[in-house]
């Protein structure tokens, strides 16, 4: 389908996300910037883990897309909270849509102390406050894609609606923002980053998208899988590593897959492939000046129990999953139904989550097995001071071996 070409900058655009992000977008015929100051990279060494697939530079990747593509992408270096560095690059970049990927995205790394959930809340809040002034200052029609997540609702015994409810209170209805109970304070930091937007588009007409996005699983995308440099990163680590790409891992190095709990925990979950597909359905279909929308981002919902034993399935080898005392203060069974047509309505086609999706991404993780670091894979971080001890990562890679 022919598409409008656009001038987008695209926040985060090192990371899991937004590096395939920003070469789907370059190669669907958009002028594409990026934007990223590499502290996913700093997060790395600091918790001493590292992505399984090995990534390259930004500068690296940049030009080897040049290279296979003969496409450019433009690279800003910088971080969201110098006030000015944002206003500079949007005034160089002088963009019609801008995605805003750049966050500190684990909700384990915002429970480690005091010190990360301060960190979270102020890289998060401030990064996207500053970008809403450089927005409102230099031009409020620029489209803010703004990445969400479905964490921001929680999971209340109601069914989930996209972004809005219609609430009727003695005797009145008004439609109200879904009530917000994350679970985490990352996930607060988006709650927060939500109503600034919305706010800012209330008072300085400024117009965006709030896609709360579910899980993503996933590391190939058509572009990355051009050339060994454009991989993305992959986290297996219990602190950045989410469940489905980890249980992946734990299938193939032979460790207990570590269902939290009880397993009952749902989640809206979608493919890597179908982000890149949202982000331009989004970006391509902007919302009116003035209006804040929100699209429910994923495709399918499964509970963790759900996914280990489809991984379990797929993978040709033995596979044990093991309950381990919950790490997280989170229900482990509860109800889950959430509202997700607006990105079908535009378009979406999703990838449905099938045994051969995950036997592609087992063949990932079994090209670089020798990569994983059994001391990662179990939670160090509990989420109340109180609960009971977790086994050791020692214990663990003895139980293993
Ligand atoms: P990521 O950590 O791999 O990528 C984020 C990138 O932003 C990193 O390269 C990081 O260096 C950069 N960044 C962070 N703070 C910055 C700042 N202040 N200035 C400049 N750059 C900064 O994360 P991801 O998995 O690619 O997620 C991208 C976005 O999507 C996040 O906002 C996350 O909350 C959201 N999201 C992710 C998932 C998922 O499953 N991965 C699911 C739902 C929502
Ligand atoms: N879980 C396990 N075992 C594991 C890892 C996780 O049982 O080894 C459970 C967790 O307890 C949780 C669920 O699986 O109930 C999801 O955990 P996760 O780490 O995969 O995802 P989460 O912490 O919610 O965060 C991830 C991304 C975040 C994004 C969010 C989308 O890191 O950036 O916002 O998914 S959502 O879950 O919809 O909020």
């Known amino acids: 389908m022919e598409v409008k070409s656009l001038r987008i900058l695209v926040l985060g655009g090192d990371g899991y ?3 395939p992000t920003a070469l789907h977008l370059s190669r669907r015929g958009h002028e594409v910037s990026v934007v990223d100051n590499f502290t996913r990279r700093h997060y790395d060494h600091e918790m001493g883990v590292d992505s399984l697939v090995p990534i390259v530079s930004l500068q690296q990747r940049v030009r080897r897309w040049e290279e296979v593509s003969g496409l450019h992408i433009e690279m800003y270096v910088g971080d969201l909270t110098d006030a000015d560095f944002v206003d500079r690059t949007l005034r160089a970049c002088v963009p019609e849509a801008i995605v805003h990927f750049a966050e500190q995205r684990s909700a384990p790394y915002s429970m480690i102390d005091r010190r990360h959930a301060v960190y979270t809340q102020v890289n998060n809040v401030v990064g996207n406050l500053n970008l ?4 409102a200052e230099q031009d409020p029609s620029i489209h803010l894609v703004k990445l969400g997540t479905m964490g921001e609702y929680g999971t209340p015994n109601i069914d989930i609606e996209e972004g809005f409810i219609e609430v009727t209170h003695k005797g009145r209805t008004d439609v109200l923002p879904y009530p917000k109970q994350p679970g985490s304070f990352y996930h607060l930091s988006k709650v927060h980053d939500s109503h600034n937007i919305m706010f800012a ?21 058509e572009e990355t899988a051009l050339h060994p440099d454009l991989a993305t990163r992959f986290d297996y680590d219990a602190v950045f590593g989410t469940v489905l790409n980890r249980f992946c891992v734990q299938a193939v190095v032979g460790h207990p897959l570590t269902v939290y709990g009880e397993g009952g925990q749902t989640r809206g979950m979608l493919d890597i492939r179908d982000t890149l597909a949202c982000v331009e359905l989004a970006a ?7 209006e804040y929308r929100v699209f429910n981002q994923f495709t399918e919902s499964f509970s963790v129990n759900q996914m280990a034993e489809m991984v379990a399935e797929a993978h040709s080898g033995p596979v044990r999953i093991e309950h381990l005392d919950p790490p997280r203060v989170e229900l482990q069974q509860h ?29 990932v993780v079994e090209r670089h097995r020798d990569r994983v670091d059994l001391q990662a894979v179990l939670p160090t971080v509990r989420w109340s001071a109180t609960s009971s001890s977790l086994p050791t990562a020692k214990g663990l890679a003895e139980q293993v071996r």
Do not use: F, M
């Not at 809403?132 to 927005?135: G, K």
């Not at 588009?201 to 995308?221: A, E, F, K, M």
């Not at 990105?343 to 999706?357: I, K, Q």
């Open 17 to 19: 996300l937004g590096w």
């Open 132 to 135: 809403l002034y450089a927005i």
């Open 201 to 221: 588009c209330r008072i300085w007409g400024l117009r965006s998208t709030d896609l709360n996005q579910g899980i993503v699983y996933g590391q190939q995308t």
């Open 284 to 290: 391509t279909n902007p919302p009116e000046p003035g």
């Open 335 to 363: 109800y889950y139904r959430a509202a997700h047509t607006k990105l079908l309505d535009l378009g979406l086609v999703p990838h449905l989550l099938e045994p051969s999706t995950i036997r592609s991404l087992l063949e």
